[in-house]
C-alpha cells in the first residue's frame, strides 16, 4: 500500500491520512481557551517525517 501511495496509484490508506489524538477538555468558566493537538501521518510509522 505505501509503495502504490508514493506512486499515486492509491489515492487514500483505508485508515485515512492522519491520526489526532482526541484529549478530554472540561470547560467551567473560562471565556479564552487554546488546546494544541498532536497528529501523526498514518504512513509515518516512526514519526520521522518532518513537514
Known sequence: MIS???T???LAFPAG??????PA???SGYTAF???L???CI???NA???P
Open 48 to 50: 520521522s517525517y518532518v
Open 17 to 22: 491520512e492522519w491520526y489526532f489524538e482526541h
Open 34 to 36: 487554546t488546546q494544541n
Open 38 to 40: 498532536k497528529g501523526i
Open 4 to 6: 502504490k501511495k508514493f
Open 25 to 27: 477538555v472540561h470547560l
Open 8 to 10: 499515486g496509484q492509491l
Open 43 to 45: 504512513g509515518d510509522c
